[in-house]
């Protein structure tokens, strides 16, 4: 079965700071890979995804994630975060050889300080 | 437009109760997904529709979840004899066809409470 952790419950940052969330999955085969956000009493809404192709893939509001194959990961970044990127984040894996069940990992939740 | 669209947004019932939560997803989208976050977690994996029929229904956790969508476009999930582990948010998203379809929209979810 697949599954997906990601390392940090509750990260704390400072107005720009930098951000690397991570995640890893488990599913030796093709994966399409996401992270979806979810703004303080908000929806949860797609920041980016991967299919295929460049494995550094860039989203909205600043973010990027980059598919490392060999070490299942999937890790978030942004180089300068801001106040109002306080939410809770999260990565989700679709093997493609499940169609289209998806699998999300717990969750970190992102603080930044003003 | 209109995004997807969830009733009730919360929802309190008695152990044992009968209990119906609806989703509206986006106009078009033949794709439908029902899933359960429990606090502290991320969302589980219910049930998958395209168009009218469960394309999957490997998430739901025994007999007593069920989920239709008689027209391809509405969906309930329905919960029989409910119990306390069943207090979660039931979040609904729906996705398009084509390149896009592995984007899922989501709604806001139902909040159930099962005393």
């Known amino acids: 079965a697949q599954s997906v952790s990601q390392h940090n419950h509750h990260v704390i940052l400072s107005e720009a700071a930098s951000l690397e969330l991570g995640c890893n999955y488990s599913?030796?085969?093709?994966?399409?890979l996401f992270w979806y956000v979810q703004y303080p009493g908000q929806h949860l809404q797609l920041l980016l995804k991967?299919?295929?192709?460049?494995?550094l893939v860039k989203g909205i509001k600043g973010f990027e994630a980059e598919f490392i194959k060999s070490k299942f990961s999937f890790n978030l970044r942004k180089p300068s975060v801001q106040w109002s990127d306080t939410a809770e984040y999260f990565c989700?894996?679709?093997?493609?050889?499940?169609?289209?069940?998806?699998?999300f990992g717990p969750g970190t939740r992102l603080s930044v300080l003003p | 437009g209109a995004g997807v669209s969830q009733t009730p947004s919360n929802k309190v019932t008695e152990k044992g109760k009968y209990v119906e939560l609806r989703c509206d997803p986006i106009?078009?989208?033949?794709?439908l997904y029902w899933y359960r976050q429990s606090l502290g977690q991320g969302p589980e994996f219910l049930i998958y529709?395209?168009?009218?029929?469960?394309?999957?229904d490997s998430g739901l956790p025994n007999d007593r979840f069920f989920a239709v969508r008689p027209e391809g476009s509405v969906s309930t999930l329905k919960i029989q004899r409910t119990e306390r582990g069943d207090s979660a948010v039931y979040l609904c998203?729906?996705?398009?066809?084509?390149?896009?379809?592995?984007?899922?929209?989501f709604g806001p979810g139902t909040r159930l409470t099962v005393l």
């Open positions: 998203a729906s996705s398009p066809d084509g390149l896009d379809r592995y984007t899922q929209y």
């Open positions: 599913y030796g085969g093709t994966v399409n």
């Open positions: 991967y299919f295929s192709g460049d494995p």
């Open positions: 989700a894996v679709n093997a493609v050889n499940y169609g289209q069940n998806f699998v």
């Open positions: 106009s078009g989208h033949t794709a």
């Open positions: 529709f395209q168009g009218t029929g469960a394309a999957d």
